[in-house]
T-cell receptor
Framework: TQLLEQSPQFLSIQEGENLTVYCNSS?????LQWYRQEPGEGPVLLVT?????EVKKLKRLTFQFGDARKDSSLHITAAQPGDTGLYLC???????????FGKGTKLTVNP | ETGVTQTPRHLVMGMTNKKSLKCEQH?????MYWYKQSAKKPLELMFVYNFKEQTENNSVPSRFSPECPNSSHLFLHLHTLQPEDSALYLC??????????FGPGTRLTVL
């Protein structure tokens, strides 16, 4: 059983479109992180959300942490080819302090 | 970004070979990690070191042997690997608080 489910698994869109990817779980996390991984590179941390209901913006990227701290979403406005990559969410389990990763959403933005 | 470096970037080895992966972090972090990234699977935590002491061994087979001589360097010694061990091996470091800084990874192929 996958602790963190990310959807969709693959997403291919045209430049300029908006998109939302999701990270869902039945477990509560003390915090949640989003990473972007480009081909041939390691993941790069984009944001950490800690408070239920928290919204953080990073230029055209908007991250939201669910009220119950079980899920998160990433919305990209006016996607660009440079946004192409694998988007990973990772939840920190309270108590054990273990970081659990989802399988990722592979995003392709076509020019 | 040269905060965490890994060598080699690519490695092809036979099942009877012995090789080592190297990781160096220049961020002054006190924790270092080895992760395995396989296709269609979430990142799998292998080992954690805090202040050079191993604090986690996530049921990793003994054919993988980590070494952390100081808080800036981490090695993963490999011997008698299996083809299913082929994957991207990622090193990461962290300081207090959530968020990992990953290296670019070593793409390992076991023939």
């Amino acid at each position: 059983t996958q602790l963190l489910e990310q959807s969709p698994q693959f997403l291919s869109i045209q430049e300029g479109e908006n998109l939302t990817v999701y990270c869902n779980s039945s477990s509560v996390f003390s915090s949640l992180q989003w990473y972007r991984q480009e081909p041939g590179e390691g993941p790069v941390l984009l944001v950490t959300v800690v408070t239920g209901g928290e919204v953080k913006k990073l230029k055209r990227l908007t991250f939201q942490f669910g009220d119950a701290r079980k899920d998160s979403s990433l919305h990209i406005t006016a996607a660009q080819p440079g946004d192409t990559g694998l988007y990973l969410c990772a939840g920190l389990q309270g108590g054990s302090e273990k970081l659990v990763f989802g399988k990722g959403t592979k995003l392709t933005v076509n020019p | 970004e040269t905060g965490v470096t890994q060598t080699p970037r690519h490695l092809v080895m036979g099942m009877t070979n012995k090789k080592s992966l190297k990781c160096e972090q220049h961020l002054g972090h006190n924790a270092m990690y080895w992760y395995k990234q396989s296709a269609k699977k979430p990142l799998e935590l292998m080992f954690v070191y805090n202040f050079k002491e191993q604090t986690e061994n996530n049921s990793v087979p003994s054919r993988f042997s980590p070494e952390c001589p100081n808080s800036s360097h981490l090695f993963l010694h490999l011997h008698t690997l299996q083809p299913e061990d082929s994957a991207l091996y990622l090193c990461a470091s962290s300081q207090e608080g959530p968020g990992l800084s990953f290296g670019p990874g070593t793409r390992l192929t076991v023939l």
